[in-house]
């Protein structure tokens, strides 16, 4: 069992940078972690995602070069930096966590986004014009 709960949202204006972390209750080695986010009326979408094992991050193409996944096994932590942003980045944001780590290495990660085992109760980012 996997207890996951994000911290760091808040409020910022465009350009501004927050950084999310995610704390597990658990040993997190060999887990797929990943951000997802949900807009109000809008679809889940993943952000990013990270194979503890360690794997290459990936990343949504509307984060790409502004966001970095990054983890700390040794504190059990998954963290979201991100810079540059766009008011379009306005949504709760949410840590997810699965042992099956075909989902981070696949091209397709994005599309596992109701599919993980583990979930956060998110934190909010709004970001300002």
């Known amino acids: 069992q996997v207890q996951l709960a994000e911290s760091g949202g808040g409020s910022v204006q465009a350009g501004g940078s927050l950084t999310l972390s995610c704390e597990t209750s658990?040993?997190?080695?060999?887990?797929?972690l990943a951000w997802f986010r949900q807009a109000p009326g809008k679809e889940r979408e993943g952000v990013a995602v990270?194979?503890?094992?360690?794997?290459?991050?990936q990343y949504a193409d509307t984060v790409m070069g502004r966001f970095t996944i990054s983890q700390d096994n040794a504190k059990n932590t998954l963290s979201l930096q991100m810079n540059s942003l766009k008011p379009a980045d306005t949504a709760m944001y949410y840590c997810?966590?699965?042992?099956?780590?075909?989902?981070?290495?696949?091209?397709?990660?994005?599309?596992?986004?109701?599919?993980?085992?583990?979930w956060g109760k998110g934190t909010t980012v709004t970001v300002s014009s």
């Open positions: 997810a966590a699965d042992r099956r780590r075909g989902f981070c290495n696949s091209d397709a990660w994005a599309s596992y986004k109701y599919k993980y085992t583990y």
């Open positions: 658990g040993d997190i080695n060999r887990y797929c």
């Open positions: 990270i194979d503890t094992a360690p794997g290459r991050p």
